[in-house]
T-cell receptor
Framework: DAGITQSPRHKVTETGTPVTLRCHQTENHRYMYWYRQDPGHGLRLIHYSYGVKDTDKGEVSDGYSVSRSKTEDFLLTLESATSSQTSVYFC????????????FGPGTRLTVL | QKEVEQNSGPLSVPEGAIASLNCTYSDRGSQSFFWYRQYSGKSPELIMFIYSNGDKEDGRFTAQLNKASQYVSLLIRDSQPSDSATYLCAAHSGGGADGLTFGKGTHLIIQP
């Protein structure tokens, strides 16, 4: 596996609480991505980063924010979790946007009650 | 809107046969294409990528791309039970740092 870790791996939380998921890489890749995966929808892009402090929105960004203060860390925050954000969240990294071969982390299973 | 379409399956193939997985995409600007394998409860694992029209072979796997037809396929020769998984097709438009557009995946079952 590429050097990508995600924490926590599982989390159960209640509606309305803030939640932060962390993605950490040891590959020194410039690009990092957050996806969510839901039955019937496949993988959908939430936010991505093309460098430290450089981020942009993806297809399903409402209700999520991100931060990247270091090359190795990309944080995804749910400001006020809702049941519709129950999902499996995957972080991915890539070295070059030109080839854009993305490698995925192990995932975080989030349940919002 | 960019879309990638796959038959959800399940696609059942006898062990030792060739499994053929197909994918179509809507964005003619897509330049690179990827096949990932995902076991239940695990993360997607890259199998192959292809940028040019034609075939690309890697071991038992062959990816095929036809940009005129906006069609990508993955052939798995000598299918093994361990190939049973969901296969995700993904497309990228190139030039930017935005992410991949994924299909919903095809569930492949290799019957011993």
């Amino acid at each position: 596996d590429a050097g990508i870790t995600q924490s926590p791996r599982h989390k159960v939380t209640e509606t309305g609480t803030p939640v932060t998921l962390r993605c950490h890489q040891t590959e020194n890749h410039r690009y990092m991505y957050w996806y969510r995966q839901d039955p019937g929808h496949g993988l959908r892009l939430i936010h991505y980063s093309y460098g430290v402090k450089d981020t942009d929105k993806g297809e399903v960004s409402d209700g999520y924010s991100v931060s990247r203060s270091k090359t190795e860390d990309f944080l995804l925050t749910l400001e006020s979790a809702t049941s519709s954000q129950t999902s499996v969240y995957f972080c991915a990294i890539s070295e070059s946007s030109t080839t854009d071969t993305q490698y995925f982390g192990p995932g975080t299973r989030l349940t919002v009650l | 809107q960019k879309e990638v379409e796959q038959n959800s399956g399940p696609l059942s193939v006898p062990e030792g046969a060739i499994a053929s997985l197909n994918c179509t995409y809507s964005d003619r600007g897509s330049q690179s294409f990827f096949w990932y394998r995902q076991y239940s409860g695990k993360s997607p694992e890259l199998i192959m990528f292809i940028y040019s029209n034609g075939d690309k072979e890697d071991g038992r796997f062959t990816a095929q791309l036809n940009k005129a037809s906006q069609y990508v396929s993955l052939l798995i020769r000598d299918s093994q039970p361990s190939d049973s998984a969901t296969y995700l097709c993904a497309a990228h438009s190139g030039g930017g740092a935005d992410g991949l557009t994924f299909g919903k995946g095809t569930h492949l079952i290799i019957q011993p």
